[in-house]
């Protein structure tokens, strides 16, 4: 099964958040080989989508992480809320320094499993 005829999966988000596409990403796992699971990971990226400006606050910022495997993929909120103007990287590095990385992708797989057959 290639890329392609993998299904593709929205957890717990309205649609409507996500349309358009991210303001910015940030790729945490690509081209991988690691199995988690029962699952082959490929891909792993934030996703930041700005919501709305406070004048006080800054951003108002929902992340979301895709996940990829060989079975599916899922995107799935990750945080939401005033995280300030440089969230997406604090969020990424809070990830790689911590052992944030496998949880989340714990979490994305346990969700992918309620989709799949």
């Known amino acids: 099964m290639n890329s392609m005829d993998v299904p593709k999966f929205v957890s717990g988000l309205d649609p409507e ?14 081209g991988g080989t690691s199995q988690h699971q029962g699952f082959t ?3 792993v990226e934030l996703r930041l ?3 709305r400006h406070d004048k006080r606050l800054g951003y108002y910022s929902l992340i979301t ?3 990829e495997t060989d079975r599916g993929s899922i ?7 005033f995280r300030g103007e440089d969230a997406l990287n604090s969020t ?3 990830l790689a320094e911590y ?14 499993q309620g989709y799949l057959p």
């Not at 958040?17 to 690509?30: Q, T, Y």
């Not at 052992?99 to 714990?106: D, E, W």
Request: proline share 2%.
């Open 92 to 94: 990424s590095r809070m």
């Open 41 to 43: 990971i490929r891909h």
């Open 65 to 67: 992480a895709l996940v």
């Open 75 to 81: 995107e799935l909120k990750y945080d939401e809320g």
């Open 49 to 51: 989508y700005r919501k």
């Open 99 to 112: 052992v944030g990385l496998a949880s989340l992708i714990n979490r994305a797989l346990i969700e992918l």
């Open 17 to 30: 958040d996500i349309e358009g596409g991210p303001n910015e990403s940030r790729v945490l796992l690509s």
